[in-house]
């Protein structure tokens, strides 16, 4: 099943999950290995790369072959731009698992309380590297640019440039400006689905041109 005549080094691909309504287009270097290639997927779809079973779907939408060779090259298999490769989880998580929160207890404190509570961005320092896990959504990487009080929203937002055009600014709301980035990198989010970390600039964004 070797591809001939592939002179692209990278391939622009569409990721679906069996634990995840939504659907990701992402780019992959052709030369990573369907191991290399799992462990990109884990922070997109959430399940863990042992227990992925990865099948092809050609721009059709029609099944072509299933991703079983962990030491094949992705190059290997007749994966080209538009195509969608789907992520079925055996980790015994069901559909919509670590995207549905209306199970989660919810419950409500005055925002006098809030504001001084720790995680409402006190332990979200500016600079920092962060991942974005919003509620359907895939997460998102970037950089803590802004934490404070704004005038669109009441209480604590997170200011953050991603390291792709995925966000909904430049930094600025309504005419005011937080922050500075690029048109469509900036985003305001609240402190709970922000994690700061040691996350590496956008890990499946270091096989693109």
Request: charged share 25%; net charge negative; aromatic share 10%.
């Amino acid at each position: 099943m070797e591809v001939t005549g592939v002179s692209a080094p990278t391939v622009t691909v569409f990721i679906s999950s069996s634990l995840n309504t939504f659907r990701s287009e992402k780019r992959y270097s052709r030369s990573l290995t369907i191991a290399e290639f799992k462990c990109k997927l884990e922070l997109l779809v959430g399940s863990p790369a042992s227990c992925m079973e990865l099948e092809l779907y050609g721009v059709d939408d029609k099944f072509y072959s299933k991703l079983d060779q962990e030491d094949a090259l992705l190059g290997s298999y007749p994966v080209d731009d538009g195509c969608r490769i789907h992520v079925i989880d055996h980790s015994g998580a069901r559909l919509g698992e670590y995207e549905d929160v209306s199970r989660v207890e919810k419950y409500t404190i005055s925002q006098e309380a809030y504001d001084q509570r720790q995680g409402t961005g006190s332990s979200i320092p500016v600079g920092s590297r962060c991942e974005v896990r919003a509620a359907g959504q895939s997460p998102r990487r970037g950089t803590v640019m802004y934490v404070g009080l704004t005038d669109f929203k009441p209480g604590y937002w997170i200011g953050v440039r991603y390291d792709e055009p995925l966000g909904k600014n430049d930094g600025s709301v309504n005419g005011k400006r937080y922050f500075e980035c690029q048109a469509k990198y900036g985003a305001f989010v609240k402190p709970a689905v922000v994690t700061v970390g040691d996350f590496p600039e956008e890990d499946y964004g270091l096989d693109e041109i």
